[in-house]
């Protein structure tokens, strides 16, 4: 543990910042609320791997919380089914404003290969209006940090 | 005249010491998040991040849940208030804060008692499920923390002779034989889990978890949000900040400004800062170390701080 | 003495009024003639506490024989001030609590009769005058036990146990105090004073373990308690209030009356014992308030763990004046005596608060309360300012208290004798581990109770109750808050009352001011500068949450993890907030489960229904004293066999009484 301390740290240098998302000023701060619709969980394991040693996103000031409350937005994955409409729309009533709506995915962004299946609800922006989409089937963990540092602003 | 100045001067010393703790208690949260990241390998946050975050929330719009009455609202100010006034009166810049003659380490304990009683309230009133959870548990092992750390403090009095915290830093300075002693070093352990216990940190709480079954802490302040979770953070922060300088200046007081000299408020300062961030270091690395404990295994963890300090007090009273 | 026996005729012209008045203006009427009385025994007792004399007063009119003797020393003059305060209160309560049965003749004089020898009590200075008065405090709250017969079962067993107890009490008191006429004293307290030296050390102890065990249960002391839990919620509300901080204190008055000053002090070991009862009385109750789920019983429990506290104090101060100490000694009786005062007040009124939510929701059941300060806001208050001080929050009465009593019992570690050093050290340990537990027993009761939604039809039809049990409840906050922020006020009374107690010219260690300053001990709280700070900061949060974040609140639905229904029932109950620790203390606690299944008809591996019941009962109760009482019945029955109607049987008894009287006796 003491030599964990003093070794170098395994993350992958941080890439040049792009520009902030208009009207969202975080000031370094980013805490969100993740919520899964239905997806394959492949987007949750992207996602671990960005806030992992070797992406780190928490050190741009990035983290998940338990609870809508403490959040400024949602990160959804998946696609919308019918027995999670009613908590995700629960979960967006609980925010406290000004939030941010990130769809991580192809199925959040635009329903992905799932588009009209049975147990299919509907598509993230039919339902909310989304501020950043990641695309990617799943997304690259160095994508999901760079489209996360955009809302943060570091 | 002189008495104005003095008190003045003490006045500012005072001040000093409580914003000192008020920013380096979100410091010492983002110093020990720092610690348990580079630990696993990862840059992590910089240590400034929970500054960073309170300045977030103070921007956002503030919730009530429709059950809450008015100590939703009231409760962040208590716990603010109990935080701030705990830190005032402690001795941690200075031997001798504002009200030093009363800081007693009765008033500093009940305090911060009234503080996590005030979270357990805000807990149970939204009237949720997940509040009244939080808010039996805080209660819970607060009420089995509590007496390990009276008794722990009630050894060091014993051998200082007074329960004012000041005096027993003065007495320690001048009996300085008295630090690598048994009753000392017991009680030092016990007052080590009863700090752990008290600001929630693994192995009695994970305060990063998403669980709700897990939380402790979190749970009760699932409903806050904004300004009002700000008011808590900050709070919780003063509170960290407070228990781990009392613990360093308790068993280690050199370096405390006996003056109200500048230098002296500047180097005592300094050293409490260093010292704070040494317990914060170790108890970070105590952190990486172990796993949360089951609830009930908690118990056993504090009886056994309990029983530390029951024999700190014997010892002190037989090598008197 | 003139006006304080003329706040005594007032109660009993009181008392009158209740019995002969017609019904609408009985209780109005006797509450006023009470209310006087006890205010003008207040500003007696005030009196004479701030002068420091001691008034007497005999007739030989009311009891034949003996007369009737009454004395009012500072140490009296400190329990009527508690007590006079608390009838006050009572009394005014009474105006819009007394409806149905409570307002009968027999109800309301039997109330008027118990504030009367509420007040009386402390008074007595002759050994007829105590036990009159006493065994009148007993029968009257005895009968205003069973004044509401709505609650049959409960009440009937609750008015066996305490009128069983109560009198094996008053038993022993009286043989205790006889034993220290032996030798042919007077029966007034001021023969026995200076009877008792020439007693032999032997006589005193017995006269004072006989004393003890009466007075000790009337105070609620583990194990002698049992009755408390059952006797103080199945009273009516006024009245559980006086029984609770006025009684159990007459309790403690005597064990100091005749301890500390008829016996002048006695032996060491004598006041280890008190201070032991005082360590698992307080440690007992603390544990059990926890988990009682009747919030009567909560407090009851409670009464039990704040006279711990009480009869620490008590025990070490005789311990320590015995072994020479006499500032500490001070110190802890002075904490004890605070205590006292204290606990009448915050007790009263969670007592008094209690009868308002049962008269509002019509239950005591805190899983069946909830969402109550919503609609009683100054019931609210006046529970969670007492509930504030009873858990020893900083500027409130309980946390001066207790602070003075660890000052006593720190300073007591100076001492050479071992014993007294392992009693001061259970104290600390007392006193740290009821601290948390009394939290979570006052967190439970406000927050179930008031907090959240309602969990019953009857907490959400609740409504505040009247104008006057709303003042008589705040009447009781202000000794909390006044005794919190400026204990000092009283310091100069608690001097007198101190030394009156333990004798001697020396001069409390207690210093004036607001605070209270230790200043030859060393120790010291100002609890008003600790207000000015709280308030201060609250005023500067509030400020700066207005200016730099947005004004207004939102209102939205609580956020439950996504679910689309949030009803009451999803809410913790009191049972389960206090399940963790009686898990922990099962040891001590051993709660009772019951666990019953019904199976399918069609197969046994199929259930229909599961029924499963957790009862914390009183374990001294349940393993001490029924299997005693289950031996004496069996004595009882063997007995019964001598008396089967046969005359013959009779005569034997009779030869043979007859024939051993004759040997013995020539």
């Known amino acids: 543990m003491f030599r964990a301390l003093w070794r170098r740290p395994l993350t992958e240098p941080s890439s040049e910042r792009r520009a902030t998302v208009t009207g969202v000023n975080l000031r370094g701060s980013l805490q969100l609320r993740h919520v899964d619709v239905g997806s394959c969980n492949g987007c949750e394991v992207e996602v671990t791997s960005a806030l992992a040693p070797h992406y780190d996103a928490g050190r741009f000031g990035i983290r998940l919380v338990a609870s809508p409350r403490h959040a400024d937005g949602l990160l959804v994955t998946g696609v919308v089914t019918h027995n999670m409409e009613g908590p995700l729309r629960q979960t967006l009533a609980a925010l406290p404003r000004p939030s941010v709506i990130v769809a991580c995915g192809d199925c959040a962004v635009n329903g992905g290969i799932f588009v009209g299946a049975q147990g299919v609800s509907a598509t993230l922006d039919q339902i909310v209006e989304v501020d950043v989409s990641i695309p990617g089937c799943p997304p690259h963990p160095r994508d999901i940090v760079a489209a996360l540092r955009t809302l943060g602003g570091r | 005249m002189i008495a104005n100045v003095d008190s003045l001067s003490q006045g500012l010393a005072t001040l000093l010491q409580v914003i000192v703790v008020a920013l380096g208690g979100p410091l010492l949260v983002g110093l020990m998040a720092k610690v348990k990241a580079r630990a696993e390998g990862r840059v992590g946050a910089p240590i400034s991040q929970p500054l960073r975050d309170l300045r977030k929330l103070l921007a956002k719009e503030r919730l009530h849940a429709r059950h809450a009455s008015v100590v939703l609202p009231l409760a962040p100010m208590v716990i603010m208030a109990t935080s701030v006034v705990a830190v005032a009166i402690t001795p941690l810049v200075s031997t001798h804060p504002l009200l030093g003659s009363s800081a007693d380490i009765l008033v500093i304990v009940y305090l911060l008692l009234t503080g996590s009683a005030a979270a357990a309230l805000a807990g149970l009133d939204p009237g949720t499920a997940f509040g009244g959870m939080g808010a039996s548990r805080a209660m819970t092992i607060g009420a089995l923390a509590e007496p390990a750390l009276l008794v722990a403090v009630i050894a060091l009095s014993i051998q200082s002779g007074t329960s004012n915290l000041p005096g027993i830093m003065a007495s320690t300075l001048a009996n300085p034989q008295w630090v690598l002693g048994p009753s000392r070093l017991l009680a030092l352990g016990a007052l080590l889990i009863v700090v752990i216990a008290e600001t929630g940190r693994i192995p009695v709480d994970n305060p990063s978890t998403h669980l709700e079954l897990t939380m402790v802490h979190e749970a009760m302040i699932l409903e806050y949000a904004g300004p009002e979770l700000a008011l808590v953070s900050l709070g919780e922060a003063m509170r960290v900040g407070l228990l781990f300088s009392l613990v360093a200046n308790l068993f280690l007081p050199w370096g405390i400004a006996t003056h109200d000299t500048a230098l002296a408020l500047a180097l005592g300062t300094v050293v409490v800062a260093l010292k704070t961030a040494f317990v914060a270091v170790a108890v970070a690395l105590i952190e990486v170390r172990s796993a949360k404990l089951r609830l009930f295994r908690l118990p056993e963890l504090l009886a056994g701080g309990f029983v530390m300090s029951v024999l700190a007090v014997v010892t002190g009273l037989v090598t008197r | ?666």
């Open chain 3, 1 to 666: 003495m003139g006006w304080f026996l003329a706040a005594l005729v007032l109660c009993g012209a009181a008392a009158l009024v209740g019995a002969g008045l017609p019904r609408r203006v009985r209780v109005a009427g006797s509450a006023l003639l009470g209310a006087a009385g006890c205010l003008i025994a207040l500003a007696v007792a005030l009196r004479t506490l701030i002068a420091g004399d001691t008034l007497t007063w005999h007739t030989t009119q009311i009891l034949p024989f003996t007369g009737l003797s009454l004395s009012l020393d500072p140490l009296a003059a400190w329990f009527i001030l508690a007590s006079s305060f608390v009838g006050l209160a009572a009394c005014l309560y009474n105006v819009g609590y007394a409806k149905g049965a409570m307002a009968s003749r027999s109800a309301q004089s039997l109330f008027m009769v118990f504030v009367l020898t509420l007040i009386a009590v402390p008074a007595a200075s002759s050994i007829m005058s105590l036990m009159f008065w006493w065994e009148l405090m007993a029968l009257s709250s005895l009968l205003l036990i069973l004044t509401d017969q709505s609650r049959h079962r409960e009440a009937r067993s609750a008015a066996l146990w305490y009128g069983a107890m109560t009198q094996i009490g008053a038993a022993s008191i009286l043989m205790g105090l006889l034993v220290m006429t032996s030798g042919g004293a007077g029966q007034s307290f001021a023969d026995l004073r200076s009877h008792s030296s020439s007693l032999s050390p032997l006589a005193q102890s017995f006269a004072f373990v006989l004393v003890l065990l009466g007075f000790a249960s009337k105070a609620g002391a583990v194990p002698l308690h049992v009755w408390l839990p059952k006797a103080h919620p199945e009273a009516p509300s006024p009245v559980s209030a006086l029984m609770s901080s006025a009684m159990v204190a007459m309790g403690v008055y005597g064990i100091i009356r005749v301890g500390e000053d008829l016996l002048h002090g006695g032996t060491p070991w004598w006041w280890i014992a008190v201070a032991l009862l005082g360590v698992v009385s307080a440690f007992y109750g603390a544990l059990h308030a926890t988990t009682s789920t009747d919030l009567k019983r909560l407090l009851a429990y409670s009464t039990i763990d704040i006279i711990g506290l009480v009869l620490i104090g008590v025990g070490a101060a005789g311990a320590l004046k015995d072994n020479g100490q006499l500032g500490a000694a001070h110190v802890a009786l002075s904490a004890a005596l605070l205590l006292v005062v204290a606990h009448a007040a915050f007790k009263g009124a969670l007592f008094l608060g209690a009868g308002a939510i049962e008269r509002a929701t019509g239950t005591r059941n805190l899983d069946l309360l909830g969402g109550l300060i919503h609609a009683m806001p100054v019931t609210a208050l006046v529970v969670a300012i007492s509930a504030g001080s009873i858990m020893a929050v900083p500027t409130l009465s309980g946390f001066s208290g207790e602070w003075l009593l660890l000052q006593g019992l720190l300073h007591g570690f100076a001492t050479t004798s071992t014993p007294t050093v392992i009693v001061m050290l259970l104290g600390v340990i007392a006193l740290a581990l009821t601290g948390g537990l009394t939290a979570v027993a006052f967190v439970k009761s406000f927050g179930i109770g008031f907090l959240g939604q309602a969990r019953s039809s009857g907490a959400r039809d609740a409504r505040e109750v009247a104008v006057s049990m709303r003042l008589a409840m705040l009447l009781l906050v202000v000794p909390s808050v006044a005794l919190g922020v400026a204990p000092g006020l009283l310091v100069a009374m608690l001097s007198r009352a101190t030394t009156s107690a333990l004798g001697g010219k020396l001069a409390s260690p207690l210093d004036a001011g607001t605070g209270l300053v230790l200043s030859r001990l060393g120790g010291a709280i100002a609890p008003a500068a600790l207000l000015v700070g709280l308030v201060a900061v609250m005023a500067l949060a509030w400020l700066l949450n207005q200016t730099l974040a947005q004004r207004r609140a939102r209102r939205v639905e609580a956020w439950g993890c996504g679910r689309d229904l949030q009803t009451s029932r999803m809410q913790y109950t009191a049972t389960s907030f206090a399940e963790p620790l009686q898990r922990v203390f099962a040891d001590v606690l051993r709660p009772q489960s019951d666990v019953e299944v019904t199976h399918v008809a069609e197969s046994r591996y199929y259930e229909q229904s599961l029924m499963y019941e957790n009862r914390v009962v009183d374990v001294l109760e349940a393993r001490g004293y029924r299997p005693l009482i289950a031996a004496a019945q069996r004595l009882g029955r063997v007995a019964r066999g001598l008396q089967n109607g046969s005359i013959h049987r009779y005569l034997a008894f009779g030869f043979v009484a007859l024939v051993v009287i004759l040997v013995v006796v020539g």
